[in-house]
């Protein structure tokens, strides 16, 4: 099958899905495109065990050689990542988030690492009662990929969700900066499992070199492509020169082993800095905010029409679906400590600090970039039950949580009638 033939399959399914999930379940685009898929999946694997081979011959293993065809880890870490981080920051309120500099700084660094040794330790303890091995590197693993919050599903969430503006920098800021740090923690763990770190510290200071380039590589393109669109007049040369920001400077820092991901995060935030400080007409800003719009939703459809469709891809056994509850219960409950610990210290640095733990905790979304580390995993590492684990909480956290953000939001109005302080 072509790549042309695939891509269309995956944009007509997103297309067909997200017109039933508006047009009769009443349900967000995203949620409704991945429930709708995931039942479809789930009805195939059951037409195949109920009708015989020869009238539907080949149903199922068609399904998994069409996903077979789909590299998932490349296509989300060196393909769809880059854009989709560069939309969301492009589109950050920077005064927002300029005042919640403090709160991001903490929950994306010591939060997230919070979260990734709670939560491993959760697991390892946790894992051994329902009779399953549950050594630490796995545990850590697992805790690496899955404690940062995923930009992507969150990012969609406050897009639709009627969050204040301080939790949506709160929450936003966090999702595109503790990647960072999950990634810095998932690569030490590969180089643990491989044997081939050199030393801690050595290894540190090289991470901490890759984040201070690709931020700095993102900032110097962003400068220069904001002066050169601050020499036309035609919103479609600066449309190109953002496609190229985007797509080039993840491009390069991949090729210059600098962070990626914190390359498109800076060149986002960045470009719309510069762009305020040139005086852009407004008409120009409004065009680029409805195009990175347009490319952050039919990207976040295909995505979730893919997220669906691994749940055929994926071994799930009466042991693996128990670590799936379990991982559940577990991120869930660490999140809700690690958020009350770090808004608790905010409000003793800074008192008239405002926040909701309750929004906070059930905003901190997983989604496709947990699941595409999540099969980067060594096979010998527990990788089985970590793809169950991290795909049962994908599938709680953008159908519950994100579904159910609306409620969230106004329980906490009706209780205090405005978002309340930590």
Not at 329 to 342: K, L, N, W
Request: proline fraction near 4%; aromatic fraction near 8%.
């Amino acid at each position: 099958m072509s790549r042309l033939e695939l891509f269309s399959i995956l944009v007509t399914t997103a297309a067909l899905f997200g017109w039933a999930s508006r047009r009769w379940l009443k349900l967000p685009l995203t949620i409704g495109t991945m429930v709708l898929t995931v039942a479809a999946a789930l009805g195939l694997l059951g037409l195949d065990q109920i009708i015989p081979a020869h009238l539907i011959p080949g149903l199922h293993p068609w399904a998994l050689h069409l996903l077979g065809e789909i590299d998932f880890e490349n296509l989300i870490l060196h393909g769809m990542l880059g854009l989709l981080l560069f939309a969301g920051a492009f589109l950050l309120d920077l005064e927002a988030l300029a005042k919640e500099k403090l709160a991001v700084a903490l929950l994306s660094l010591p939060g997230t690492l919070l979260s990734f040794l709670a939560t491993a330790a959760l697991m390892h303890w946790l894992l051994p009662l329902l009779g399953m091995q549950a050594p630490w590197l796995p545990c850590l693993f697992f805790g690496a990929l899955i404690s940062p919050t995923d930009p992507i599903a969150v990012l969609e969430m406050l897009g639709r969700a009627g969050v204040s503006r301080n939790l949506k920098a709160q929450l936003a800021g966090e999702s595109l900066f503790n990647d960072g740090v999950g990634a810095v923690l998932f690569i030490a763990l590969l180089e643990v499992s491989r044997g081939t770190i050199a030393s801690p510290i050595h290894f540190i200071l090289l991470q901490v070199f890759k984040a201070a380039a690709g931020l700095a590589l993102g900032v110097l393109a962003s400068w220069f492509s904001s002066w050169m669109m601050s020499q036309v007049d035609a919103y479609q040369v600066e449309i190109l020169f953002t496609i190229s920001l985007a797509v080039g400077t993840y491009a390069l820092a991949e090729r210059l082993h600098v962070s990626a991901p914190l390359t498109a995060v800076a060149a986002g935030i960045a470009l719309r800095h510069f762009n305020l400080r040139h005086h852009h007409d407004d008409i120009s800003h409004t065009r680029l905010d409805r195009f990175w719009e347009v490319i952050d939703e039919v990207q976040n459809a295909i995505l979730f029409v893919l997220l669906g469709l691994e749940i055929l891809a994926i071994p799930f056994t009466r042991l693996s679906l128990e670590s799936g509850l379990v991982a559940i219960v577990s991120v869930s409950v660490v999140r809700f400590a690690v958020v009350a610990a770090i808004l608790m210290l905010l409000r003793l640095l800074q008192p008239s600090h405002q926040s909701s733990i309750r929004t906070l905790t059930w905003g901190g979304l997983r989604g496709g970039l947990a699941l595409a580390l999540a099969l980067a995993v060594p096979a010998h590492q527990g990788r089985a039950w970590i793809l169950v684990a991290t795909y049962s909480l994908i599938l709680f956290s953008i159908v519950f949580q994100g579904g159910s953000m609306d409620v969230i939001l106004g329980r906490v109005a009706r209780k205090q009638g405005r978002e309340p302080r930590a």
